[in-house]
């Protein structure tokens, strides 16, 4: 089945701590994505990537960084000067005409 | 400024019930029309789309969207409420110039047995 699948479940991290978040996709899409959710606030976009090896900041990029070596994949890492990490994260790809497929999201808890 | 506006934080109704959550927004063309739900601690799942054509669009789960050209609307509806539909639902806008989906705040249904 095709589909996106984020790892790990649950994470969490310590004061000062870079923590990287997985995402996979076996749609075949070009573009992916990462949102941050926070309680009462929606979906927030952190970064996004168009194609292979280029990506773009979204609303809420600092204390964040990416990568697209491969199609497949589009992780995550939520380094030291994100202040207030804490958070629900989705990842997400797109098909056509903006039409995006969800992840089943990473909650992490910094300790 | 683009903006998607779901001006029902919560919403409850009763088993058996008929729904109707609001999405409104603000863009200078007709846009991509999204309903997802999203059940605790879970992704996002697509209920319905819009991209052109019938203003009336059908999806899963027995969920309905009209898009309202007029009122810079796109209304989710279903005839009656199961206990199951109890989630978080978000309406987003996309534009074909733009590779992003704006998110409504989101509406949490509650569901009274």
């Known amino acids: 089945d095709g589909g996106i699948t984020q790892s790990p479940k649950y994470l969490f991290r310590k004061e000062g701590q870079n923590v990287t978040l997985s995402c996979e996709q076996n749609l075949n899409h070009d573009a992916m994505y990462w949102y941050r959710q926070d309680p009462g606030q929606g979906l927030r976009l952190i970064y996004y990537s168009q194609i292979v090896n280029d990506f773009q900041k979204g609303d809420i990029a600092e204390g964040y960084s990416v990568s697209r070596e491969k199609k497949e994949s589009f992780p995550l890492t939520v380094t030291s000067a994100q202040k207030n990490p804490t958070a629900f994260y989705l990842c997400?790809?797109?098909?056509?005409?903006?039409?995006?497929?969800f992840g089943p999201g990473t909650r992490l808890t910094v300790l | 400024a683009q903006s998607v506006t779901q001006p029902d934080i919560h919403i409850t109704v009763s088993e058996g019930a008929s729904l109707e959550l609001r999405c409104n927004y603000s863009?200078?063309?007709?846009?991509?029309l999204f309903w997802y739900v999203q059940s605790p601690g879970q992704g996002l799942q697509l209920l319905l789309k819009?991209?052109?054509?019938?203003?009336l669009v059908q999806g899963i789960k027995g969920f309905e969207a009209e898009f309202k050209r007029s009122q810079s609307s796109f209304n989710l509806r279903k005839p009656s409420v199961h206990w199951s539909d109890a989630a978080e639902y978000f309406c987003a806008v996309g534009l074909d110039s733009s590779y992003k989906l704006i998110f409504g705040s989101g509406t949490r249904l509650l569901v009274r047995p």
């Open positions: 819009y991209f052109s054509g019938d203003t």
């Open positions: 863009y200078g063309a007709t846009p991509y």
């Open positions: 997400a790809s797109r098909r056509t005409l903006n039409e995006q497929f």
